[in-house]
């Protein structure tokens, strides 16, 4: 599967471009502000119907404009598929492939996957474990379907469940039968998502160690686990022990909405004690191990999409990486960059041909194809 042609039309910083890729390697280069992200966030819209950087939509179309239009040509399958997204104000967002909307716009996610590596992702070691969880999540839903509607409907029962703890703390009556309902609701799916992640984890773990190990060359011991309430005891008992706690905090305190990932290094959390690079190398070996987990699961190989990659890593780190992502083992890839030279000169090197588009203020000022010693 890859991403033939892009068109944006009133997105972000463009008012109109076109632009054919490379089944292989693609660059977007330019000074900051120019545009390479937005057509990352193009390219993503139409993976996965919404922006990796901003939840809200209408902020996606060009200032002044009513509408914006990201359309793309994917060959998947041996067959051409247009995707198209647009957005007018006011209005919903539309979604179709082959000119036909979804019934569900869930049926789409995982049919043209994709992985992002950001300078964003950061959030992911530093900030709290909703992060994490989503990380995990979003891998997971867009191999398994179901375990998206797993999701909804657990945050639907927690709310219901929380909603009656703290109306029968205010009334100071309970209503036991209710609530063992609600308890029971949530218990059951509560299991199925925590399942689903324990046997997810491991052969992902195991993935992400040998990305980590190769890119960094053995240098450095890492450590990803998971961690889970469920682990010590059925979700049943943890609710049953915890309900005089819940009935005094009003909320449900014990559950996978606790679940989180503890990144270490050389036995000491990543987030305090790791350099930047190598928190940028974790991350990496992370999403690379995402991208590695979907072409087990889909028989194919996903976009893979590193934005601004190149800044934080050391030579040696940055080498290795694109002689790995360029090899067989991966697909089309697109990256960002502010040096048009740089990402010459490593192609160049490493003999991988290469497109790059040159862009400045939200226009393509021109294309060129690089990486092939003469
Ligand atoms: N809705 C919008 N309307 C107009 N311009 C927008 C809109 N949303 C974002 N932009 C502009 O897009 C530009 C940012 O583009 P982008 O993030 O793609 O830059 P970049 O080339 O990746 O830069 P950097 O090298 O700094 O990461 C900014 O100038 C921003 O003002």
């Not at 010459?344 to 400045?360: C, D, G, K, L, S």
């Amino acid at each position: 599967m890859w991403a033939k042609e892009l068109t944006v039309i009133n997105f972000k910083n463009y008012e109109e471009a076109s632009l054919h890729f490379l089944p292989g390697v693609n660059a977007f280069t330019g000074d900051n502000g120019a545009g390479k992200t937005n057509l990352l966030d193009a390219l993503h819209y139409l993976s996965l119907c919404k922006s990796y950087f901003n939840p809200i939509d209408v902020q996606q179309i060009r200032q002044d404009a009513d509408f914006f239009i990201v359309q793309g040509v994917f060959e998947k399958d041996g067959e051409d598929d247009l995707l198209a997204c647009s957005l007018k104000r006011n209005q919903k967002k539309q979604f179709k492939r082959n000119k036909k909307d979804y019934q569900r716009l869930a049926d789409h996610i995982g049919a043209y996957p994709l992985v992002m590596i950001s300078p964003n992702d950061v959030a992911i070691i530093v900030e709290g474990s909703e992060e994490r969880r989503k990380f995990m999540d979003n891998v997971i839903s867009q191999t398994d379907s179901h375990y998206l509607d797993d999701l909804i409907l657990y945050n639907k029962y927690l709310q219901s469940r929380n909603s009656l703890l703290k109306q029968q703390a205010q009334h100071k009556r309970y209503d036991d039968e209710l609530l063992s309902i609600y308890t029971e609701q949530l218990c059951e799916v509560g299991e199925k998502i925590y399942q689903k992640r324990k046997a997810f984890i491991a052969p992902f773990i195991e993935v992400f160690n040998q990305h980590y190990h190769y890119l960094t060359e053995n240098k450095e011991s890492v450590e990803l686990s998971y961690e889970s309430q469920l682990v010590q005891s059925s979700f049943q008992d943890l609710l049953m022990a915890a309900l005089p706690k819940d009935r005094v905090l009003e909320r449900t305190t014990v559950g996978v909405h606790k679940d989180d990932l503890a990144f270490s290094i050389h036995g000491m959390p990543l987030k305090k004690f790791g350099s930047q690079g190598q928190q940028k190398s974790f991350l990496i070996a992370l999403k690379l191990a995402q991208y590695t987990f979907f072409c087990q699961e889909k028989g194919f190989k996903p976009l893979l999409l590193l934005d601004d990659i190149f800044d934080k890593l050391d030579e040696k780190r940055m080498r290795k990486l694109m002689q790995m992502v360029s090899a067989d083992d991966f697909g089309q890839i697109f990256i960002t960059d502010t040096s048009t030279e740089r990402i010459e000169h490593t192609f160049t090197e490493i003999a991988v041909p290469i497109r790059i588009f040159e862009i400045a203020d939200g226009q393509i000022m021109g294309n060129e194809m690089y990486g092939i010693k003469v």
